[in-house]
């Protein structure tokens, strides 16, 4: 297929947000000022390093891509509007499997109702998809990771290790309990946008959205606010039937496993309860997990068994 067929293919026959003046077919898309603040992220997906042909469907693929971009949204706390995609298509996808991970792309994009506007598309040897995403967030109610602050309470949304664990029963045929949740969690996650934009109402919480795993994740927050963040161990949630895998996997993809898209935030006392509300009122547990002090020579301890641990930032790190 050439490139003007593709683009045709891909192209939405008509475009959900308002704010839109020009999509797909010139050689920019145009979106109207609003009164909201802009927020603009971008991720980049390499054939090979974050995904294979072997390990997943391309209509999975698409759905992970843009989750990964919409969860970074959610951790600013904004609504995720438009997306765009530069591809570099490699000849070990077919069209129709290039197709299939824009549907998987669509499929998520819908629930949000966004647009995708625009992106790039040329060959290569390797398939690479970066994808770019804008959304909105209302004045002064970005969440920063440099908010934390001491005495603060650390949550987070959902159980951790879910998508780890579904990626082990994928490659470690056996019989599992749940284990079509787990392998839904992994490969179809679902950021947490509306619990994010539930929390509009709260002056200051600090968010980071999880997807090198907690450790990594909570060191981020620490290090942007200059404190020290304390987890235990036995708080962090985990889905009923997790204790089914080996114990040393359990904590491994609890602690580093990340792809979870789950929220880890930290929240003054008095505003908790709120932020436990908002959860209930979406239907997603949240759970206090440890809390904010004053920098301790590490970013984050781990307490568990009554000692405390210097959690290294050991979630997956490229450079390593
Ligand atoms: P130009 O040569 O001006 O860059 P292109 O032929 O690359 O134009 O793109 C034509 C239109 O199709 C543009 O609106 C562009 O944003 C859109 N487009 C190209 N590739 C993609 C893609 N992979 N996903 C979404 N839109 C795309
Ligand atoms: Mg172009």
Known sequence: ???????????????????????????????????????????????????????????????????????????????????????????????????????????IANRYGMDLIGGDTVSGQEMSISVTVIGYVSQKRARYRSDAREKDIVFVTGTLGDSQAGFHILNNASTYQDETYYIEKHQQPIPRVEFAKRLEEIDRVALNDISDGIGNEAAEIAEASQVTLHLFEDKIPTSASYSQFPSELQEKWKLFGGEDFELVGTV???????????????????????????????????????????????GYNHLK
Request: overall charge negative; hydrophobic content about 35%.
């Open 1 to 107: 297929m050439d490139e003007f067929s593709f683009i045709q293919s891909i192209k939405q026959h008509s475009y959900k947000q308002s704010s839109l003046i020009k999509g797909v077919g010139d050689d920019a898309a145009i979106i109207r000022q609003s009164s909201e603040d802009v927020v603009v992220a971008v991720d980049t997906f390499v054939e090979n390093v974050h995904f294979s042909k072997e390990t997943t469907e391309p209509y999975h693929i698409g759905h992970r891509v843009l989750a990964a971009n919409i969860s970074d949204m959610a951790a600013m706390g904004a609504t995720p509007a438009f997306y765009l995609v530069s591809i570099v298509l490699s000849k070990h996808y077919s069209s129709k499997e290039v197709e299939e991970i824009f549907e998987g792309m669509r499929s």
């Open 268 to 314: 003054s006392k008095d505003k908790w309860t709120y932020v436990q509300e908002a959860a209930n009122d979406i239907g997603i547990p949240v759970t206090e997990i440890g809390y904010v002090s004053q920098y301790k020579n590490n970013y984050v301890y781990l307490h568990k068994d009554n000692r405390h641990i210097p959690l290294k930032k050991d």
